[in-house]
């Protein structure tokens, strides 16, 4: 798939002697203000978002599925994390948190224009946070903003004293319909995603990586929660998640929700109440 390459140059820096090639070496994060990456606009196609669709829980409609612009971001965050000047290597850092914007329903067969941000590190007790920002627009570079992401990745070490970073989630139900995931799943996604992340795909690159087997995408979990609530949910929605522990393939979660005045709280937890996602909607 076309994400394998910046995969594979992205996990360049995890590589001892390697890492400290030129055109590999990472700068100091004390120097890191920021980096920009935008690609040339992008038609939404219908064979794309139906097979996203099927591997996430979504039906079938001529608006994309509110988690989808996530994939047409995704390699310009992978060359943000495997430009030298970016200080942190992809692979080891953990995506911890997102928050996605939906401004309006994004119809299939529309042309965005999609730009991808990340500033200077936030402190954390455990290490540093940078945090991507994704905006998409209809109409031109400078036309409608559609949709807007946060995703915060930690890079572990050098943590701050005293540093608070994360979202605090309503409660919710820690039991509820169970899912059944099959082993390939990681694989299914990274399919649709350009996701290859080794953690994801086999046990034997899983177990490589630190891991006991192969383990689901956060992106994957949050987008088959939001499927789950997506019939209730309006046009214009903001929806928040924090990725708690990995979902290891196969395996079984369950999914459960609860009101809220302006939406819903939500968690997928393993079927004896482990945390996995905490997330929660909210209307615009």
């Known amino acids: 798939m076309a994400a394998l390459p910046m995969l594979l140059k992205a996990a360049l820096p995890s590589i001892p002697v390697v890492n400290q090639l030129p055109g590999v070496k990472k700068a100091p994060a004390s120097s890191?203000?920021?980096?920009?990456?935008?690609?040339?606009?992008?038609?939404?196609?219908?064979?794309?978002?139906?097979?996203?669709?099927?591997?996430?829980?979504?039906?079938?409609?001529?608006?994309?599925?509110?988690?989808?612009?996530?994939?047409?971001?995704?390699?310009?965050?992978?060359?943000?994390?495997?430009?030298?000047?970016?200080?942190?290597?992809a692979i080891g850092t953990?995506?911890?948190?997102?928050?996605?914007?939906?401004?309006?329903?994004?119809?299939?067969?529309?042309?965005?224009?999609?730009?991808?941000?990340?500033?200077?590190?936030?402190?954390?007790?455990?290490?540093?946070?940078?945090?991507?920002?994704?905006?998409?627009?209809?109409?031109?570079?400078?036309?409608?903003?559609?949709?807007?992401?946060?995703?915060?990745?930690?890079?572990?070490?050098?943590?701050?004293?005293?540093?608070?970073?994360?979202?605090?989630?309503?409660?919710?139900?820690?039991t509820g319909v169970e899912w059944r995931l099959p082993a390939d799943l990681g694989r299914r996604y990274a399919a649709v995603s350009g996701d290859a992340n080794p953690i994801h795909l086999y046990p034997l690159t899983a177990k490589a990586l630190g891991f006991p087997r192969q383990i689901a995408h956060g992106m994957w979990t949050m987008a088959r929660c939001v499927?789950?609530?997506e019939n209730r949910l309006p046009d214009a929605v903001r929806v928040d998640v924090a990725f708690k522990t990995p979902v290891l393939l196969p395996g079984t979660v369950a999914f459960g929700s609860t009101t809220l005045d302006r939406g819903y709280a939500f968690a997928l937890t393993s079927p004896s109440g482990k945390p996995h996602l905490a997330g929660r909607t909210t209307a615009l």
């Open 94 to 174: 953990v995506h911890l948190e997102n928050s996605i914007t939906q401004h309006r329903p994004i119809a299939v067969g529309e042309t965005l224009d999609v730009t991808a941000h990340v500033g200077a590190a936030v402190p954390h007790p455990k290490g540093r946070i940078f945090e991507f920002a994704t905006t998409v627009r209809a109409g031109g570079p400078d036309g409608e903003v559609v949709w807007e992401e946060t995703s915060a990745y930690l890079r572990r070490g050098g943590g701050t004293d005293g540093a608070s970073y994360g979202t605090v989630f309503p409660d919710a139900p820690t």
């Open 227 to 229: 499927a789950a609530l």
């Open 32 to 89: 890191f203000d920021g980096l920009t990456r935008t690609r040339p606009p992008v038609t939404v196609e219908r064979a794309d978002v139906e097979a996203y669709a099927k591997v996430c829980g979504f039906p079938t409609k001529d608006v994309v599925p509110l988690p989808y612009p996530h994939l047409l971001v995704f390699a310009q965050q992978m060359a943000i994390m495997s430009d030298p000047a970016f200080p942190a290597p």
